[in-house]
């Protein structure tokens, strides 16, 4: 096994760290990593805010809902889908583009950019001894979000991620058996066979919780994801998004 891969199969998300903030030389390399990341037709739909002013950061963890790790970390990066470049590029070669920049296809571009170069970031910190954690809950209160990083329209914070030296290891969480993520040639049609993983599954996560807690919990992933999917957080989000212009058509 190679380090790339030891690095990739030890990761975990950090959720203490030291408030000790990261160099210039680190927060470019990650960056760049980033930016390395492949992407849709050359595309690059995705902008990275570094957030280095305290009481922005403070006020992103109130937003977040109160995650003290978005305010005391090394380096708070946001990361955005981003179409407005490429309207400003139409603009530029006077060409048509909004129909474009506003049908789902473009959307999903965009979010997919945006993912695969956050990935590259936080696997080039994970190899470089820093702990990282990605942050959904920033699209908690987006209209507040997107004013406080004035962020223009066709731009979208799509998650943050907290990067600094750990203060504490966690244990890792199971990950779902491959039998259940990787099917051959078709997707596995037969749920009893399905069921029958998840089942398998649930007892190693309600023993993983169990020893991780000395007993005081044993949930079972399946019902914690049936909570999840329950509770419908977030309900605003299609119309959020519409108006900011994109998955229109």
Not at 65 to 89: I, T
Not at 135 to 152: F, M
Not at 178 to 207: F, G, P, T
């Amino acid at each position: 096994m190679n380090q790339i891969i030891e690095t990739l199969l030890a990761h975990r998300s950090i959720r203490k760290l030291q408030d000790k903030p990261l160099t210039k030389e680190q927060i470019e390399l990650i960056v760049t990593s980033a930016q390395a990341a492949s992407t849709s037709s050359y595309v690059q739909a995705y902008s990275i805010i570094g957030i280095t002013d305290p009481a922005k950061k403070k006020k992103l963890a109130e937003l977040s809902g109160n995650q003290s790790y978005v305010e005391k970390n090394g380096h708070f990066f946001v990361f955005c889908g981003d179409l407005h470049r490429h309207e400003m590029a139409g603009a530029m070669e006077n060409k048509e583009v909004v129909d474009s920049i506003e049908s789902t296809e473009k959307f999903m571009v965009m979010l997919i950019d945006a993912a695969l170069a956050a990935q590259n970031a936080a696997i080039a910190a994970e190899s470089l001894g820093l702990g990282i954690c990605y942050i959904g809950g920033i699209r908690n209160q987006l209209d507040e979000v997107c004013e406080l990083l004035k962020t223009p329209k066709r731009v979208i914070p799509l998650f943050g991620m907290a990067v600094g030296y750990p203060e504490k290891l966690t244990d890792q969480k199971p990950r779902l058996p491959l039998a259940n993520i990787y099917h051959e040639n078709e997707y596995e049609q037969d749920e009893a066979v399905y069921q029958q993983q998840l089942e398998e599954y649930n007892k190693v996560i309600s023993r993983y919780y169990h020893e991780r807690t000395k007993g005081k919990r044993e949930d079972t992933w399946t019902c914690q994801m049936a909570g999840t999917f329950e509770k419908q957080s977030r309900m605003y989000m299609h119309e959020f998004i519409n108006k900011h212009g994109l998955n229109l058509k």
